[in-house]
């Protein structure tokens, strides 16, 4: 497989107040396309940091960051902007769902960036509400949805304009045991059946082994590493 | 095309988002109400003022003072010089062939008012020739006052403020004067706040034996010219003649610049607050939407549109509280009599407050300034938000 992520020498720095806190120290790190990698890692690790610099949300203080055959700590923040919206799709903890929209408009979100005429849109969201089982809560809104579905929202938004890469953060953070396994088994499907590469970050051993490989991160770097068979 | 589906999108959201920040928004909307409310009403001050004090003034018309008199109430023309000045050529005849000019006199009398408190007003004695002279003036009741007698007519602005009315009777000079009539002008003018009377038994009554200054209608366009060069070289006159409407619109003058000047002052003052109140409302949404905003973003959404979502947000609200201030200056002063003096020679004239759309447009500018630099700030951090920090994910 080729890397469609590669990190090398990745340092990431915050500045607060007069002190310097050094997140990553020099770390490398290459992601195959279609591998669903799982990130795990104490708090304060570093390892959503790592996500946020393989996303394109934050920037290196130094080393490469290649994402999609694309140098993305070079990009300016507009361009920045436009390959996060060609290439990622975003999973977050708490959903981050637009509250006052419903859940077919909050899908087609992505797809307001590229020219894909209306009636298009409305088929390619329709298809996304059938693949993650919500075809017929279309028009709720997402305090109507109970947080597994909102979370399948979520997904089926970051799917919905088919990104190279699917991160995650704690995507089963807020959900209770059956609705955090419907949607591991959601993103094992998607990785294995669409050949989706997944980055997710958890604190959950249980979530960590539906992925194909475990990273551990501590310390600002990555210590230890598994290949596994996916439950 | 796509960056104006951001936008749209984006504004969209915001302004649907608005109902769950109805206490914040309505800061700004109340702050600019406010605003708004106050410049417009001092300005329909200045606007009504300016109206009344320019309706009284006909380019159809000359008023003669005596020379170096800036005032009406400052001239003084001698009964002996009246001939003189009527026979001047420029001025226009009647069907008799009778020139179409007045010899008239003001004095300043004491009403009370509700209240129980005095205030002066003007009396003005005209001739016989006004119907032709001033035909903007019409009876509304009552009837014409009769020449020799203690009768008056008074205008509308008077009958609203004081409460003069048909058969009312005032004392002064001695006597007592009934009123017989009310009279209104087509436009606006001074005369709506001026009692009238017989020119001649009003000199009676004050001892008299002069005018204070003549009208006369002119014959044509040329004809002021004319008349000022002829009674310039009449060695036993000392006069200045104006085109009445000239006269009028300078005597007005300083007085709109100050009621202006009062109403941007004032108004500038309550924009000061209302923009801090934006400031602080629109940066607490901003914060509120953080996480929204940074969800928008790390999507693919450009800066662009969130800092305009924020611009829109703030002019939408800024707008709705300028409707809202215009239309309560409207309600509240639109058409309601105030009384002012041109200077401290003259009685107070009594004017209509007049909120024209031409402020509702001033209004609505100075609402829209006040949400534009109150939104600038809020919405260029709301652009320049760390997406990362945003969303929680630093470390």
Known sequence: MTALVYLHNVVKRYVRGRQTMEVLHQLDLEVPAGQFLALMGPSGSGKTTLLNLISGLDRPTSGEVTVAGERIDQLSSSRLAKWRARHVGFVFQFYNLMPMLSAERNIELPLLLTSLPGAQRKRNVAAALELVGLATHAKHKPAELSGGQQQRVAIARALIADPTLLVCDEPTGDLDRASASDILDLLQRLNREQGKTIVMVTHDQKAADYASRILHVDKGQLVAASMQSAV | MSLFRQIAAVVGMNLRNLPQRASASLVIVIGIAGVVAVLVSVLSMAVGFSRTIAGAGSPDRALVLSGGALQEAMSSIPAGAVPNIMNAPGIAEDSAGRPIADAEALAQIQVQQGSGRSANVALRGVGTTEPELRPEVRLVAGRMFQPGLHELIVGRNLEARYGLGLGSHLSFQNGDWVVVGIFSTSAASLLDSQILTDAQTLLSAYERNWYHSMTVRLAGP???????????????????????????AAQSRVLNIILRWIGFFIGGMMAAGALFGALNSL?????????????????????????????????????????????????????????????????????????????????????????????????????????????????
């Open chain 2, 283 to 395: 940066y607490a949404a901003v914060s509120a939407r953080s996480t929204e905003i940074a969800t928008l973003r790390a999507i693919g959404f450009g800066a662009g549109p969130v800092v305009v979502s924020v611009l829109a947000e703030s002019l939408v609200l800024a707008i709705a509280g300028a409707l809202i201030g215009a239309a309560c200056a409207w309600v509240l002063f639109d058409g309601h009599v105030s009384s002012m003096q041109l200077s401290g020679l003259q009685p107070p004239v009594a004017y209509a407050m007049s909120v024209t759309p031409g402020l509702v447009v001033i209004g609505i500018t100075w609402a829209c300034v006040i949400g534009m630099v109150g939104g600038l700030f809020p919405a260029i951090r709301a652009g320049r938000l760390p997406i990362a920090r945003a969303l929680n994910a630093v470390v």
């Open chain 2, 222 to 248: 040329g004809s002021l010219n004319q008349l000022k060069r002829a009674l310039a070289s009449d060695p036993t006159l000392h006069v200045d003649v104006y085109r009445e409407s000239t006269f009028a």
